[in-house]
């Protein structure tokens, strides 16, 4: 009795121990939503390429299983068939205490749009950890996550907590070891909030602008270019809602974190969590895929590393860091040296050297082969005496006796390299031809693969560019050398230089000396005189100051126009109309100079608006206009200065927005002259002053040659 | 110690009217009494940086300053007094005596500052780090917006207005970035360069420059022949020396002395990089080393110097004598919270008053005060935080609160005195009421008069 008396207590208490827990849920974004992985992505998603043959999918559930997750919401988009039909038949599925659910989703095109649609979902309901599924990490979540807790206790406005590392960038190259661009960071040492977050090089300029308030309110900030952000964010559930606000957030750092930052209404802040020794990359480029492959092989991703992942009896970490899968056909000659991986199947041939590359299952390389840096997928096969450095080789590739990778080439699935062919650095190879319409926005990666070519088996699609090519003289064929199969991509983003930025490849040493060469005559002009700096700032300053009177400018020349419109067309008197005007000027605090022109501007537009089918008629709206309002153009004209001015503002408007005036310009302004709106004196100083300017200034004085000379001669004959 | 002071002592400097004139420049402004260029000249002396150069804006100020100096100083320090012309600025006062400058390395200090931090610790750390420049900063004193009654708002504009963005490295030895608060009305920018050099920059904007610098000889005069249009030491040399010094066209710690071949100067160029790496306590070499490298690792073809900076501790005293206010905020710190700068002056902490003071019967003189020598006061006055010197006159019913009282001065009866600066020889006579203004040397003011802060001086001959 007292025993079951015991445990019923016990299970009350377990009871309402699971009512106050919490399960712990995050969100693993399945898509990368750029387009850095192509050709790759366009025939198998981002998150299922092998990352040292298990993938990348993989680590992410790992880790987040292994951090104490037991909820994940997988959202998947592009390719959205294979991620779901690959997680169904994993082991994740059926795992006790880790549910992954999918969500999918056809027409997402950002982040953003991912986190819209998974708030009406209505299936996060606390903090949640919000990842990309391309992440390989092994830090552990309890120290944040408490963090981000205590700090929401104090303060409910502290909705996210990003997770970040050291990691200096190369001074020279400006970019991380990931290939990640350069990241500038402020940073509260106290409070670790987050104050300013620049990624991409988006102002080129040598300046981080930091607003004054921000300098005002902390007294001291460190600034931060020695930081990576590991894209681990520990959220709260506004943070949802606020992409469903805020339905122009698309980019989870460029608009979320920037508009956050920025917007000091809602007071929402972030935070920062730093880790030192765990491990945490995301793969986001092919230098990342490179280096986090390394960091995997050389375990400091411990305990997710190869031989772990896949059980203890599939692969073996030998000596020299090299890992080999339990049936592996190795030649006797061949050398395997230190950092590789070779998968279970893969047959290996004679005198074939092989160092600091993964090479897949059920591969098969022959004699004499180099491979050095790769990553080979699986069932690929190489024949006897190819070479192969630093080259990302993906499933079902065939390389002939004797081809050549270069250093960075990318061989997408299923291409076929010709004999004795060379595939020149850095090029991407793939079945599928590469996209003519070019959307530099790398947002939409899904908008362009679901032109329909994506779906396509790869298997069939072989097929039918195989039977393509014996029709067709032109195809891939000639690109590939004989046999070969496959389209070179010409390279596009970034431009033909940048291609090494994020190859596998290493940066080569002669381009880093480029690099040092440009960066320091950059700097030559940075620093040639600190004047030079001071200036720029000020015509900066200027120039915004400029703009601001330049918005209030155009405003109030509209304003002129509607209430000169409304004079003409309501008959207001001429005095009236006066008045009218200079109360507009005073309060738009415009001078009478910038008054004169605008109303200039809207008689002439007046001219043109009423109806005429030729120049003679616009002519004469034109007199007809000038004569009825002459006296309201008068009153702003009081000296020669102002009347100078009208003539600039005329020509302008036969320049730019009304053409059918430039005819016209000497006649009209004879009649201006006529009817003593502008004198002599005006005119003449008008033709002195352009005498000087440029020819295609000039355009006008020629016109007026004529009535110029005439004003002179009449002057001199005054004088006379 | 192979160090060369120059003492910027300015001379009848405009926004101190009415307060300086010919006969009192302003090194010579009394603050508890004394001069104020006496505090910096006390502070070298204490340091042992007795090589001095007092510099001071015009010939008749010069030779007020040079007399006062030698006859106080006359044993204790090696000063030469240099008369530049007015409103040539601080950078341009440098190049007028540069062909004094023979040190190796040279202090520059504002002769209006008031401070107990020890130049010599400048100066070491300038010698430690073996920089281009070292700058002193120190806290930006809480204690001047305390009180003076400014409301709120008006604190805070000022507080805007005056702040400097000042960038260190983590280690807070060298200085990286320096804005002061004219050049950033709208928002801070922070070079880039020298960032991804560093990896980190701290910004602080709770600090400011207090005028001492330390400066490599070679390099300051490099700059100052290379760059003729600056003017300031802390607008224009010091920020230029920060910004370019990681692309250093004063060549300072790169120029070889003399002709030596080639190997030599590597291996003392070595020599020397490795024992300012010592001094410096540092085991990796400094960014400077680094950014100067080539990615191969060969010798350096860049060159770089380095800023340095000093962080006065934030319980040290630390203000310039550059405004009124700061005029008043100095005399009543110094006989207030900040006595020790006085040390061996008096011997009663609360109240410094004179030898030989008079006081008429009821008079009482509060604490934080200070009386001159000679001077008398009648019955039934009050003194309270204030300053009054030598050989002055009041008379009774007078009370003198917050206020500054120079020498021979004649105050009538009846008078209250608050929130204001009197200077010598000045006349007031009975019930004349003076709130938060300032009386020029020799002004009478007349019987029953009342201001608010004005400022009243004797019209020019």
Known sequence: MGAQKKGATARVSEDSEVVAHHPLQAILLADSFTTKFRPITLERPRVLLPLVNIPMIDYTLAWLESAGVEEVFVFCCAHSKQVIGYLGSSEWSSKPDFSVTTIEANDSISAGDALRLIYERQVIDGDFVLISGDTVSNMSLTQALEEHKERRK??????????????????????????????????????????????????????????????????????????????????????????????????????????????????????????????????????????????????????????????????????????????????????????????????????????????????????????????????????????????????????????????????????????????????????????????????????????????????????????????????????????????????????????????????????????????????????????????????????????????????????????????????????????????????????????????????????????????????????????????????????????????????????????????????????????????????????????????????????????????????????? | MDFQVVVLAGGISKNLSPLVSKELPKPLLPVANRPVLSYVLQQLEQSNLKDLIVVVEGEDAALVVGAWISGTFIDRLHVEIAAVPEDIGTAGAIRAISHHLTAKDILVVSGDLVSDVPPGAVAATHRRHDAAVTAMLCSIPVSGSLDSGSSGGKDKAKKLGRYNIIGLDPGKQFLLHIATGAEIEKDARLPKRILRAVGQMEIRSDLMDAHMYAFKRSALQEVLDLKDTFQSLKEDVLPYLVRSQLKSEALSNRTPQGEENGNEKVTSQNNQVFVSRILANASTPSFHDRSSENPDGSAPTRKTHKCCAYIASSSSYCVCLNSIQAFMDINRDVTGEADHLLSGTSSDPNNNIGPSPKLGTKTTVGPHCMLGEGSEIGDKCQVKRSVIGRHCRIGSHVKVVNSIVMNHVTIGDGCIIQGSVVCSNVQLQERVVLKDCQVGAGFVVTAGSEYKAESLARKEK
Not at chain 1, 170 to 194: H, V
Not at chain 1, 415 to 437: C, D, H, K, N, R
Not at chain 1, 480 to 498: A, K, N, P, Q, R
Not at chain 1, 657 to 663: C, M, N, T, V, Y
């Open chain 1, 154 to 720: 104090r303060d409910a406005n502290a909705i996210m907590t990003m997770v970040v590392q050291q990691s200096k960038p190369s001074p020279i190259t400006q970019q991380s070891r990931l290939g990640t661009d350069e990241l500038f960071m402020a940073i509260n040492p106290d409070t670790k909030q987050l104050l300013y977050y620049e990624d991409k090089a988006e102002y080129s300029k040598g300046f981080i602008s930091l607003d004054k308030t921000l300098i005002a309110d902390n007294p001291s900030i460190i600034l931060h270019n020695d930081k990576q952000d590991c894209y681990i964010d520990i959220c709260s559930e506004e943070v949802l809602s606020l992409f469903t606000d805020n339905f122009d957030y698309q980019h989870l750092r460029r608009h979320f974190v920037k508009g956050l930052l920025v917007d000091d209404i809602m007071g929402y802040k972030i935070f920062t969590h730093e880790i030192h020794s765990s491990y945490a990359a995301r793969i986001d480029n092919f230098r990342s895929y490179d280096t986090i492959s390394k960091d995997i092989i050389q375990r400091w991703t411990y305990p997710f590393v190869p031989d772990i992942l896949c059980g203890s009896s599939a692969i073996k970490l030998e000596r020299q860091g090299i890992y080999r899968a339990s049936d592996v056909t190795l030649s006797r000659s061949a050398q395997v040296g230190s950092f590789t991986v070779i998968g279970q199947g893969t047959t290996i041939g004679n005198n074939t050297k092989i160092s600091h590359s993964v090479i897949g299952e059920g591969c098969s390389i022959g004699s004499n082969v180099t491979i050095e840096g790769s990553y080979i997928w699986n069932d690929v096969t190489i024949e006897d005496g190819c070479k192969l450095s630093h080259a990302i080789v993906c499933d079902g590739v065939t390389m002939k006796l004797g081809a050549v990778l270069e250093p960075g080439v990318v061989l997408s699935f299923k291409v076929v390299v010709g004999e004795q062919f060379v595939v020149p650095a850095y090029s991407m190879v793939s079945l599928i031809q590469q996209p003519t319409q070019q959307d530099s926005d790398e947002e939409l990666e899904y908008a362009d693969n679901s032109s329909g070519i994506v779906e396509v088996p790869s298997d069939k699609l072989n097929g039918e560019i195989s039977s393509d090519l014996s029709n067709t003289q032109y195809g891939p064929t000639p690109e590939l050398g004989t046999g070969g199969v496959g389209y070179i991509w010409s390279i596009f983003e970034g431009g033909h230089d940048e291609e090494w930025r994020h190859s596998v490849a290493p940066i080569p040493t002669d381009k880093l000396a480029k690099i040092m060469l440009d960066k320091d005559e950059d700097e030559e002009l940075l620093t040639q005189g600190g004047n030079a700096l001071v200036e720029e700032l000020k015509s900066d300053s200027e120039d915004d100051d400029n703009e601001g009177s330049r918005d209030d400018y155009a405003s109030f020349e509209k304003e002129v126009e509607a209430t000169f419109l409304r004079a003409v067309h309501e008959n207001v008197k001429v005095d009236h109309a006066v008045l009218e005007m200079n109360g507009l000027r005073l309060s738009y605090n415009i001078a009478a100079v910038d008054c004169a022109a605008a109303i200039f501007y809207s008689m002439m537009k007046l001219a043109v608006e009423s109806s005429h089918s030729s120049a003679s008629e616009l002519h004469r709206n034109a007199v007809e206009v000038i004569t009825t309002w002459q006296k309201l153009l008068k009153s702003f004209l009081h000296d020669i200065d102002e009347e100078i001015e009208v003539i600039l503002k005329f020509e302008e408007i036969c320049l730019e927005s009304a053409k059918e005036f430039s005819p016209l310009f000497p006649q009209i302004l004879h009649l201006l002259y006529d009817k003593e709106i502008l004198q002599e004196d005006a005119i003449l100083r008008w033709a002195d002053e352009k005498e000087g300017a440029d020819e295609s200034d000039k355009v006008f004085l020629k016109r007026s040659e004529k009535f110029i000379q005439w004003l002179r001669e009449a002057e001199e004959e005054e004088e006379d």
